[in-house]
């Protein structure tokens, strides 16, 4: 049986108002529950310009026409318009999603800030970074995040260090195959990894000429039997402008019988089949500008 999950990140004020209901609906009219993970602090999506001089950034946003995907308000904040805290302006939007059943987690507090300079933050930046998160979640939902995934898929040393304080069942930091526990400095962490393990729609959309139906087929032939597969969508992308090609999607995961879970319902299978230990480590991938943490 292929079993997939639909792991969604929610990035931006934009993704959350608008992006969080719009996917709502999709995923009930086909009756399949997913993952949410939600940026809680500000939305400084202006400030991502910087990364204009990283290898394959300018041709990604060609290729994928990020300012129809993102919006020309969402681009401006945190430069030319204020960062909005996210949480305060998206609460309901958020805890919409698990009034309707799907599982409800962590993604960031300040996506850009992270994505662009992790390994230029002390610990002690970082530290506050992972308190403001779990802090924001907690006064939005009334209880701990169980889960938590990094944006970027990046992660170093020390954000692992700092997570595994806060006893999560699962972490999603990284690109890879298959869930295992992460070596640190020699240590075996006790925080699951479960790895993004399918492209992206915006790490396709363009690539060799694919087009969005294109894409579609493309992860239709990546999906394995018996083995982990986790899709990463956005709000922004998925929920916005590619909503057609998603909904397209989601029916055919149903014309392929293809059972669908949330992170936390596969949890259980996932530690029955006792994962390994094994050190994270960096990769370039296709279509994507920049490294990415790599494990399993």
Known sequence: MKTLSLRVDVDTLEGSIKGIPALL????????????????GPDNSGKAIRRIFRKGFLAKMRRTQAGKLYGFKTMLYGVLLPAP????????????????????????WDHVQYHDLLDRKSRAWLQDW??????????????????????????????????????????????????????????????????????TM????????????????????LLRDEALNVYALH????????????????????????????HAQWLPELHRGNPPARELSRREIPGRAGWVSWGG
């Open 235 to 262: 709000t922004e992308v998925e929920g916005g402008a590619l909503a057609p090609v998603f909904e397209a999607f989601l029916g055919g995961l149903k014309d392929r019988e293809i059972r669908v879970l949330t």
């Open 130 to 199: 992972f308190d403001r998160a779990h802090g924001a979640f907690a006064e939005v939902f009334g209880e701990p995040a169980r889960g938590a995934v990094s944006p970027a898929w990046r992660s170093n040393d020390a954000t692992l260090e700092i997570q595994e304080a806060f006893r999560l069942d699962y972490a999603g930091d990284c690109r890879g195959t298959e869930p295992f526990y992460p070596i640190v400095k020699g240590r075996t962490l006790k925080t699951l990894q479960i790895p993004t393990t399918l492209p």
């Open 202 to 221: 915006d790490e396709l959309l363009g690539l060799d000429g694919l087009g969005g139906h294109e894409v579609n087929a493309r992860l239709f032939s």
């Open 85 to 108: 805290i996210i949480f305060k302006r998206a609460a309901t939007e958020m805890r919409s999603a698990r009034e309707a059943g799907h599982e409800v987690a962590l993604h960031a």
């Open 25 to 40: 609906r999709m995923l009930d009219r086909h009756g399949m529950r997913a993952s949410f993970y939600f940026s809680m």
